[in-house]
């Protein structure tokens, strides 16, 4: 990926992204040596993190859930890390793809969804 298309990513995009790179990491981190697993699995964590401090404070049930599954994600890397557990590895890469999935389709849905037009965004809600 050109480095410039980070930067003119939308957060959508851009947490779209980091789902990939998740599911990348986790598939990898599935068939390889102990010293490369523990590098997917640490740069799983990382991702994680980085989606973790994207969510809103207020961003309602959603965010809160997300939140839920990040911080236990994370969690369950790291045992995997310690353990050398591969099922718990591929627990968090299913996590992943169905994440990664959703994600997608969400997106898809709110390009094909009319926007509103006029007032301010709090009257469009209403």
Do not use: F
């Not at 789902?19 to 994680?48: G, K, P, S, V």
């Amino acid at each position: 990926m050109n480095p410039n298309r980070l930067y003119e990513m939308s957060a959508e995009e851009l947490t779209q992204a980091m789902l990939h790179a998740l599911t990348y990491h986790y598939e990898l981190a599935l068939d390889a040596t102990i010293a490369e697993r523990n590098r997917h699995l640490r740069q799983a964590r990382e991702l994680l993190a980085k989606l973790h401090q994207g969510l809103h404070d207020n961003g309602g049930i959603i965010s809160a859930q997300l939140d839920e599954i990040y911080l236990y994600m994370a969690k369950s890397s790291l045992e995997a890390l310690i353990e050398q557990d591969l099922s718990k590895i591929e627990e968090l890469h299913a996590l992943a793809v169905d994440l990664d999935k959703t994600w997608g389709e969400a997106m898809q849905r709110a390009k094909l969804t009319p926007q509103p037009i006029g007032g301010n965004r709090y009257e469009n809600y209403q």
